[in-house]
């Protein structure tokens, strides 16, 4: 079992940045693929980033290429998404994931964090 707790989140401006962390509470951490997803409201659950346990290699959604940056640090059992040149339409609720391959698929990710808001105002 592996808790994630997602923090960062918040309001910014158009154009912005924010980083959003997650935090990992099991030291396997490093044996995971981890990903980002976000859901804004009445809409399904997508797809953001995700990163290779090795963290050789990182996928993104063509919505946030160029402009979000997913990281890792596994000694500290924890994973990032920096947000550079944030639009409106990136507010959402963002949730860390931990799975066992990567994938764009929120159903193939075992572990879930809580979520935490980003609100993008123009």
């Known amino acids: 079992q592996v808790q994630l707790v ?19 509470s099991r030291r396997t951490f490093s044996t995971y693929t981890m990903g980002w997803f976000l859901q804004a409201p009445g809409k ?4 953001v980033a995700a ?5 050789d290699f990182t996928y ?5 290429k160029g ?3 997913i990281s890792r640090d596994d000694a ?8 550079n040149s944030l639009k409106p339409e990136d507010t959402a609720i963002y949730y860390c994931a931990a799975g066992p391959r990567v ?3 929120y159903v193939d990710y075992d572990y879930w964090g809580q979520g935490t808001q980003v609100t993008v105002s123009s």
Do not use: W
Request: glycine share 12%.
């Open 103 to 105: 994938t764009y698929y």
């Open 44 to 47: 399904e659950r997508d797809f």
């Open 6 to 24: 997602e923090s960062g989140g918040g309001l910014a401006q158009a154009g912005g940045s924010l980083r959003l962390s997650c935090a990992a």
């Open 60 to 64: 993104y959604s063509d919505s946030v």
């Open 67 to 69: 402009r979000f940056t």
């Open 51 to 55: 990163m290779s346990r090795n963290g």
């Open 76 to 83: 500290k059992n924890t994973m990032y998404l920096q947000m």
